[in-house]
């Protein structure tokens, strides 16, 4: 929402514009600390510390997170002036700078195959949650390992260090939800998922694109770890230009865990309430989606929609999205199985996603669904009529 322009008063108010659209995790992304490598807040953005904001935070009703790149460190940073020779680097060469920014703002990647360098990330990391009680940490990866040097087993000492970090903290702060950077670090591995219970699939915000993400990722990892990728959010829109609805950003998020990421406030009040709706909606089909069992129905990377049903365990209700991807004039979705529900019970469907407000009428013809047994579902199927680009509908099914 605010980019790196972040400080304690336009904090608070966005956090309280999160309050509005029913959030209930507030995180700051990057900015509030001093440096890469300095992970405490900036005295000049944060005067009087995080402990003011957190407190609002908490009166708002929310939980509170942070986001971290702890791999890297800056030019800037207290701790690459008392410690230089802690960047990867070859020996007797300099460390290859990733350039951002300013020039203080020039980082390098930490050498976390010394254990010295692991160690003291790892105290870093604890001190900041356990003094500042956050219930989220979010990590972030934007440097190379494009100069690998510095010690004799580099790549698996790195990568022992980093799972041995993570894994203690997770001991440490069994309640901490923590989520790994995955996409731009290759990570969402198994490995790394033993201390992390949310993934960034990738900084790719486009709701089209997510489409794939999600299906791909979904073959190794639950749906509900999918993090990043899943935002009602325009932040990446100058990349390909593509301008998305907002109910289709809201409905692919939908699919692993909802998240805003939308500058709120410069929000008119009618978007404030749409993503509420958007967001209670979300928190109605959450156990559905994050327990149930999960069905590509029709993929993405062969039609022109997608189509995804989440199940409870006991078969007692459904959550089926369909997803408009690229509509032509006159296309239809054809009738698509339902699997995985209790054959000889009957099930309620209802339909979210079809109301367009000046012709409504015409449309509610479409949103009208009798009941069907879990029989029927499974060798009969559903329609859900989609009109144009990014058009989408989800569909409830619950049992009688």
């Known amino acids: 929402s605010l980019a790196l322009d972040v400080n304690e008063t336009n904090v608070i108010e966005t956090a309280r514009t999160a309050a509005r659209i029913g959030s209930e995790l507030f995180v700051i992304d990057d900015g509030w600390q001093h440096a890469l490598g300095d ?21 708002l009703g929310m939980t509170f997170g942070l986001w971290i790149e702890p791999e890297a460190f800056e030019i800037k940073s207290n701790l690459y002036k008392e410690h230089p020779e ?24 930490l050498n976390l195959a010394k254990p010295e360098v692991a160690d003291f990330l790892y105290t870093s990391i604890h001190k900041l949650v356990a003094e500042t009680g956050i219930s989220y940490l979010k990590l972030d990866m934007n440097t190379f390992f494009s100069s690998p040097g510095g010690a004799d087993r ?52 486009d709701a089209l694109d997510m489409l794939k993400l999600h299906e791909g990722f979904t073959y190794m990892n639950m749906p509900r770890m999918a993090g990043g990728a899943c935002h009602i959010s325009d932040t990446m829109r100058h990349v390909n230009n593509r301008i ?55 993929s993405a990377f062969e039609h022109p929609y997608a189509i995804y049903e ?29 699997p995985g529900l209790d054959p000889d019970a009957v099930y309620e469907i209802e339909c979210h996603g ?8 015409y449309f509610a013809e479409f949103a009208k669904y009798s009941p069907m047994t879990g029989r029927g579902l499974a060798q009969i199927g559903l329609h859900a009529a989609l009109f144009g680009d990014y058009d989408c509908r989800v569909l409830h099914l619950k049992r009688k």
């Not at 005067?47 to 407190?55: A, D, F, Q, T």
């Open 354 to 361: 079809t109301v367009i407000p000046d012709q409504a009428e």
């Open 244 to 298: 998305t609805p907002l109910k289709f950003q809201a409905y692919c998020g939908m699919l692993g865990s909802l998240a805003c990421g939308k500058p709120l406030g410069k929000c008119s009040d009618e978007e404030i309430a749409e993503i509420r709706s958007y967001v209670d909606l979300y928190k109605k089909f959450r156990p559905v989606i994050h327990n149930g069992n999960f069905y590509r129905l029709a």
């Open 310 to 338: 989440y199940v409870a365990k006991d078969r007692s209700e459904a959550v089926v999205f369909v997803l408009g991807a690229s509509i032509q004039f006159g296309d239809r979705v054809p009738f698509f199985l339902v």
């Open 86 to 109: 802690w960047a990867m680097a070859y020996p007797g060469c300099e460390p290859d700078v990733r350039y951002r920014g300013d020039a203080d703002r020039h980082s390098m990647m």
């Open 39 to 59: 992970w405490y807040p900036d005295p000049v953005k944060f005067p009087n510390g995080l402990r003011s904001v957190i407190e609002e935070v908490a009166k």
């Open 154 to 205: 580099l790549w698996i000492d790195y990568a022992r260090n980093l799972d041995r970090i993570f894994q203690t903290l997770s001991k440490d702060f069994p309640s901490l939800l923590m989520e790994n950077c995955a996409s731009g670090a290759g990570r969402a591995s198994l490995q790394m998922t033993r201390s992390f219970g949310r993934i960034n699939r990738s900084d790719n915000q």
